[in-house]
């Protein structure tokens, strides 16, 4: 009996491991920015496995992948809306604070919620990552284990003493980067018909004076997805202000994924629940990260 028991529980992990995909995302740089699997040792605040974001060092060299849900969770357990944000502590003496991060509830009828950091020590251990600024956005109603992150990276500062505090993320940077990944990537298309994605768009947080980590100024709109037989489109605008980002000419692929052949790619997850992407026709001041959910 105990040898059928232990057969079965093989045979489930591996139904379970033929059905489950990598995290998947993209990056306008991936140079700077490598979404995928994480894989960053010793971590004990998350495990790997998830979703996750290798970032460019001021070594030149991409760190190690780190999971997603650790600064998210940090910051949700940290962080306020006020303008100077929370301060993540380090290690004393050594490394006092890491980070300065900010938690905002923002949402476009319940699309997503943002989180700012301003990374304050630089680790020289070739696992850790860099950044002058990372703004996350998860998509809401995604989690530990099946996120939707989408957002932008900038490169480490050097020269000099961080200003401190500060909602400035260096996202003014030639390096600046926009990147998407997630848990449970759609990998087979469910039929979409006329499915309404509410959706915003990150772009140049801590640049403007309307535009800060603790009241970012997002991209907002509604996307409409139909898919069957093979292939779909995607409809609609998200819209900042006098700016916008136009998907018409958008297709959706058999494997979740979709793109307008040039400035668009993005892809699904969740069963097509959710939706990430980038939109890279802006240079890199004018790029902007996306996600939402039906």
């Known amino acids: 009996m105990k040898k059928q028991m232990i057969a079965a529980a093989v045979l489930a992990v591996i139904g379970t ?33 998830y979703a996750g974001l290798a970032m460019k060092r001021n070594d030149g060299v991409l760190s190690k992948t780190i ?22 502590a380090g290690i004393p003496i050594l490394m006092p604070n890491i980070a300065q991060v900010w938690r905002t509830n923002t949402s476009y009828n319940a699309t997503a919620e943002t989180f700012s950091l301003r990374q304050l020590s ?17 998509v809401a109603g995604t989690g530990d284990t099946n996120g939707v992150y989408f957002g932008e990276w900038s490169p480490a500062r050097t020269g000099g003493a961080l200003p401190a505090p500060s909602t400035d993320l260096n996202m003014g940077s030639s390096g600046r980067t ?21 959706v915003v768009g990150i772009r140049g947080v801590g640049t403007s004076a309307g ?14 997805a139909n898919y069957a037989g093979g292939s779909g489109t995607i409809t609609g605008s998200i819209v900042r202000g006098s700016d916008s980002v136009n998907f018409a000419g958008t297709s ?28 890279t026709g802006g240079g890199a001041g004018g790029n902007v990260a996306f996600g939402g959910r039906r």
């Open 252 to 279: 959706i692929a058999a494997a979740g994924t979709f793109s307008n052949g040039s400035t668009i790619q993005g892809r699904f997850y969740n069963n097509a629940n959710a939706l990430a992407g980038i939109y």
């Open 67 to 88: 999971p997603l849900r650790a600064p998210v969770n940090l910051a949700i357990g940290a962080a306020t809306a006020n303008t100077n944000g929370t301060y993540i």
């Open 17 to 49: 491991s033929a059905a489950w995909a990598a995290p998947a995302g993209g990056s306008s740089t991936p140079g700077n920015v490598q979404p995928g699997t994480s894989d960053f040792p010793n971590l004990p605040i998350a495990p790997n496995g």
């Open 122 to 138: 630089y680790p020289t251990a070739a696992n850790w990552p860099h950044f002058g600024g990372l703004v996350i956005g998860r």
């Open 211 to 224: 535009n800060q980590p603790y009241a970012p100024a997002l991209y907002t709109g509604a996307l409409v």
């Open 178 to 198: 926009v990147w998407y990944v997630g848990d449970n990537p759609t990998t087979s298309m469910p039929t979409l018909a006329n499915v309404t994605y509410n």
